[in-house]
């Protein structure tokens, strides 16, 4: 079944540092990565769109020059928090879509989530 | 995006069924039903997804209302390592992005 690494799984960093976070997809091409952010105790919130070769699209309220995006190939997609603080710490969470058609074409599969902490 | 309501937890006994009920009652003609589940610190996971008919698969089943209003994910025999939370996503395709609601944080006692 199609799979997403997400790496690393965990990370502390000091605030003001930059981190980055990987996102493979191992064993399909992914023409689109959605990027997600989860507090304690809460849902899944979209951060931002990623399609392969352009820039991503964020949502309302996501700072761009904060959470920079990119997707140069077809597996894999990055996001670097710049200039991290404490209110950053969060689980970050991607996910991929499968390109083509196919029973596995209409599932999202995630990765196993970044937690970051900025102390 | 359609509006979700689902409880925000249920409690099961290990090795019985338990059913999961989620109102989507704006769900527009053309989404699909998708359920994901989430198990503590890790990602969501696809559990099963459905246009009108009922679904099966080998983690669930997915009742699905006749007008499309509601449905109801089944898992046939909880065990404990179905204790997650469950999110029902209404979706014109799973490709596309997802946004997720509350779900409903399933507990399952041995």
């Known amino acids: 079944g199609a799979v997403v690494s997400q790496h690393p799984s965990w990370v502390i960093c000091k605030s003001g540092t930059s981190v980055k976070i990987e996102c493979r997809s191992l064993d399909f091409q992914a023409t689109t990565m959605f990027w997600y952010r989860q507090f304690p105790k809460q849902s899944l919130m979209l951060m931002a769109t990623s399609n392969e070769g352009s820039k991503a699209t964020y949502e309302q309220g996501v700072e761009k020059d904060k959470f920079l995006i990119n997707h140069a190939s077809l597996t894999l997609s990055t996001l670097t928090v710049t200039s991290a603080h404490p209110e950053d710490s969060s689980f970050y969470i991607c996910?991929?879509?499968?390109?083509?058609?196919?029973?596995?074409?209409?599932?999202?599969?995630f990765g196993a989530g970044s937690r970051l902490t900025v102390l | 995006d359609a509006k979700t309501t689902q409880p925000n937890s249920m409690e099961s006994n290990e090795e019985e069924p338990v059913h999961l009920p989620c109102n989507h009652s704006t769900i527009s003609g053309t989404d699909y039903i998708h359920w994901y589940r989430q198990l503590p610190s890790q990602g969501p996971e696809y559990v099963i997804h459905?246009?009108?008919s009922n679904v099966n698969n080998r983690m669930a089943s997915l009742a699905i209302a006749e007008d499309r209003k509601s449905s109801t994910l089944i898992l046939h025999r909880a065990t404990l390592r179905d204790a997650a939370v469950y999110y029902c996503?209404?979706?014109?395709?799973?490709?596309?992005?997802?946004?997720f609601g509350g779900g409903t944080r399933l507990m399952v006692k041995p």
């Open positions: 996503i209404p979706s014109p395709n799973a490709g596309n992005m997802l946004t």
């Open positions: 459905g246009l009108t």
């Open positions: 996910s991929a879509s499968r390109a083509g058609v196919g029973a596995g074409a209409n599932v999202l599969t």
